[in-house]
């Protein structure tokens, strides 16, 4: 079972698979937006090499101060 690298939740989505069967996927965790690529090293791609100052707690995501808006698209030139 895939986990998120990042905060370690168990729910992944599968966004997009390459045209070719099998070569890469890039996958998205449900609880913390995270997303990444099946080809990248695994310091991006699995949670015991995910670097540890950037790893997210249930915790961390519940107490995030604000979840930045997207700005509106600027108008087409």
Same mark, same amino acid.
């Given at each position: 079972?895939?986990?998120c690298?990042? *905060?370690?939740?168990d ?17 998205? *965790?449900?609880? *913390? ?33 604000e ?9 087409s030139?």
């Amino acid at each position: 079972m895939t986990h998120c690298p990042r *905060c370690a939740f168990d729910t992944v989505d599968t966004l997009h698979s390459s045209p070719v069967p099998g070569v890469w996927d890039v996958l998205q *965790c449900r609880r *913390c937006r995270y997303t990444w690529r099946t080809t990248e090293p695994a310091r991006r791609t699995r949670r015991d090499a995910y670097p540890e100052r950037f790893r997210l707690t249930a915790e961390d995501i519940d107490n995030a101060p604000e979840v930045p808006a997207v700005p509106p698209l600027r108008p087409s030139a």
